[in-house]
């Protein structure tokens, strides 16, 4: 017996749709990870060490991806649309506070509470973008896409603010969220509610036990990587090569990064039915290897710099589409939990995990931990290689 999902025609075209969700991803994401850019000032500002940061790191983490994959089962049980737009207007709100809070406790709240906007939007809005198209790997790849662009333009966008105009400018961003929350609500797909017999469980541990949990841990070891260089790279601008909290290289750097990376999950989405999934899983990570090393050999602010910066953005990132998508193909009977064990459950373990690299970097350095941390694509191509090859089914 098959769920049904979308009953009534949204105003908008299929292109229309992508645009949306692509466009409110670039805003969640953008508010949901404006912490990196943030970190050297709250360090300052708070006198607190590279674990506490780290500490900070892991809990929006947590609240903003673990949870993803409870949040997806309750979308599709309540209706992926509102879910969508209900999270992004929340955490819009609530994490554009983020430079003003008074005390390194109220940050904590502040977190925690904030980043559950992003765990109830992923799911939703990446199970409206499978349905928009018959090339789901380039429809969810034009989506993902827009969720590290909105990254990159944050940090540049927020430390100008902050350097032009004082922390209290940065809250007026969260108008942006509130009015593509809106929109999402007004013009997304509804989704009749499944039957009772029908609806996903809040946990499908048969999920996490199979294909789908495997390629859940493979996403893990990757987004660990991904979050090495997004979080520390600030860090070791400021504190190894003497820039300062609120430079300029910092939010260019960033912004390379994941500009980088959001053209990549859209090429690999392009790519996915010319060249064939698993190489190019498994290639953009190990590729993600060696430039993400060569990021600490070169002299910062180079145009070599930057390209290096840019080529571990597109590498590590691009996977993501073509993960989600296997699993989707693997669990259709709970297509939004599948979607976030796989965009934000990955994350979310990665970033809570990040609390032992921020032990090590005051403990070995740095550098080291930043270069072990990059490693951790190894095992995770050789998982998704096992997976994938194990369950063709995914590939098709």
């Known amino acids: 017996m098959t769920t049904r999902t979308a009953v009534r025609r949204t105003t908008l075209g299929a292109g229309g749709l992508t645009l949306l969700l692509a466009t409110t991803h670039a805003a969640n994401d953008a508010f949901a990870n404006i912490l990196p850019a943030f970190l050297p000032t709250i360090q300052q500002r708070f006198d607190l060490g590279e674990a506490v940061l780290a500490g900070f790191v892991a809990l929006i983490s947590f609240s903003s991806n ?20 209900l999270g992004l207007i929340l955490g819009s709100v609530l994490m554009s506070l983020l430079p003003v809070v008074p005390t390194p406790w109220a940050l904590f709240v502040l977190l925690a509470i904030g980043g559950l906007g992003s765990a109830i939007y992923h799911p939703a809005a990446a199970s409206m973008a499978r349905a928009t198209g018959a090339r789901k790997s380039l429809a969810v790849g034009l989506f993902t896409s827009g969720g590290p662009l909105g990254s990159a333009l944050m940090p540049v966008l927020a430390l100008w603010m902050l350097r032009s105009y004082g922390a209290w400018s940065i809250p007026w961003l969260a108008l942006i969220g509130v009015a593509l929350g809106v929109a999402l609500l007004a013009f997304g797909p509804e989704q009749v509610r499944p039957e009772r017999a029908q609806r996903p469980r809040i946990f499908d541990a048969a999920l996490f036990r199979g294909p789908v949990g495997a390629l859940a841990f493979a996403g893990i070891l990757r987004a660990v990587a991904y979050i090495s260089f997004l979080n520390a790279m600030p860090l070791y601008l400021v504190n190894v090569r003497g820039y300062a909290a609120d430079a300029e290289i910092v939010g260019f750097t960033l912004a390379a990064f994941q500009i980088a990376a959001s ?43 930057y390209l290096l910066a840019a080529a571990a953005g597109a ?26 064990m796989l965009m934000g459950f990955t994350w979310g373990v990665a970033g809570v995990a990040y609390i032992a690299f921020g032990a090590l970097q005051q403990t070995i350095g740095l550098q080291p931990a930043m270069a072990l941390g990059f490693v951790f694509l190894l095992p995770a191509a050789l998982l998704a290689y096992r997976t994938l090859t194990r369950h063709r089914e995914a590939l098709a």
Not at 273 to 298: D, K
Not at 320 to 330: F, G, K, M
């Open 315 to 340: 590498f590590t990132n691009a996977p993501i589409p073509l993960l989600v998508v296997s699993a989707q193909n693997l669990a259709p009977h709970a297509v939004a939990t599948a979607s976030g």
């Open 66 to 85: 673990v949870l993803q994959a409870f949040a997806g089962a309750l979308a599709d049980r309540w209706g992926r649309r509102r879910a969508a737009a």
């Open 263 to 305: 053209l990549g999950v859209i090429l690999v989405g392009y790519l996915d039915g010319r060249i064939g999934r698993l190489p190019l899983i498994t290639g953009s990570m190990l590729l993600g290897i060696p430039t993400l090393l060569a990021t600490l050999a070169v002299e910062p602010g180079t145009l070599a710099f």
